[in-house]
């Protein structure tokens, strides 16, 4: 196991002291570190899809209001 060193603010350290008092403190800093990692890989894949329907936007040309109501007609029954 690899460990980590770094600095928190007092009152965050007794927080999370009080807070994970009966518990193991490195499962949850643990837990916790995986569960932001896990966020940032869906933010990363959000950013990317953004990004890829963007530049398909890019290529299309823009559709009037017109027909985008005609569209919408066409397709009712």
């Not at 002291?17 to 193991?24: D, P």
């Not at 027909?67 to 009712?76: V, Y």
Request: glycine share 2%; no cysteine.
């Amino acid at each position: 196991m690899a460990t980590l060193n770094f600095s928190v603010p007092e009152e965050v350290k007794r927080e999370f002291q009080e807070t994970f008092a009966h518990e193991n403190k490195s499962a949850v800093i643990t837990r916790l570190m995986k569960q932001a990692i896990e966020e940032r890989k869906r933010e990363q894949t959000r950013a990317a899809a953004i990004e890829a329907l963007l530049r398909l936007r890019q290529g299309q040309r823009p559709v009037s209001d017109e027909e985008i109501r005609q569209a919408r007609q066409a397709g009712r029954p």
